[in-house]
């Protein structure tokens, strides 16, 4: 059962993420609150396994409240998919950086969100349509002014870890990478669980943005 958590400020919707959810048979809302210091406090007492969070909300707003929950420095994370009305870069970034593992607007499909919730909840991460370009073009644009660092990946990893960190940065799953390498989904998923802290990251997603961030995918791909 994935155990997840809402906070939204408007009761609209965060009745309606809560319904939406509640229907599926492997997802049980165990809160839904209306701000963000509720969520923290909720989401550390709790620990879900996903907690989705509104970018606007009184006080301690979504980023913030990631940050609190998922940024770098949070000994025991909990993965946080952001749901928001604003298709705005500031809020986009600001999420990722904090430690977001999925970005996803509201006027997404129902399936769609429930499809982002399980893939946040199984480690994978998710961004909505069309945002991934604009993330990538803008890592690769920020890596015009800051020396290539491609060689700290082949420090850090195997051959293996590796070749599949570049399948992955090329948005494969992990079922689709099993079958490129003609190995096990297990194999595939021990090896991420492996590569994933040595780059001092906590999902699929981050460690593609790692990938396009230090100079390992060709910007031309």
Not at 106 to 111: F, G, R, S, V, Y
Request: charged share 25%; net charge negative.
């Amino acid at each position: 059962m994935i155990r997840v958590l809402v906070a939204d400020d408007q009761p609209l919707v965060r009745a309606g993420l809560t319904t939406l959810l509640d229907v599926e048979p492997d997802i049980e809302v165990v809160a839904a609150v209306a701000d963000g210091e509720q969520a923290v406090e909720a989401a550390r007492r709790l620990r879900p396994d996903v907690a989705c969070l509104d970018i606007r909300m009184p006080g301690t707003d979504g980023i913030a409240a990631t940050r609190l929950l998922a940024g770098p420095d949070v000994a025991e994370p909990v993965p946080v998919l952001i749901l928001t009305t604003f298709d705005v870069d500031e809020y986009l970034f600001g999420a990722l950086e904090a430690g977001a593992s999925g970005f996803l607007l509201k006027d997404a499909e129902p399936d769609a969100v429930v499809a982002a919730v399980r893939s946040v909840a199984a480690g994978n991460g998710t961004l909505a349509d069309g945002l991934t370009k604009r993330v990538l073009g803008e890592l690769v644009s920020r890596r015009r002014t800051q020396p290539v660092t491609a060689a700290r990946a082949h420090d850090l990893l195997t051959p293996r870890e590796l070749e599949i960190l570049l399948l992955l940065a090329q948005g494969m799953s992990n079922d689709e990478i099993a079958r490129e390498l003609v190995v096990e989904v297990s194999t595939v998923k021990s090896h991420l669980a492996r590569m994933m802290p040595k780059l001092g990251v906590r999902s699929r997603l981050h460690a593609a943005v790692w990938a396009y961030q230090n100079g390992v995918v060709d910007t031309g791909r």
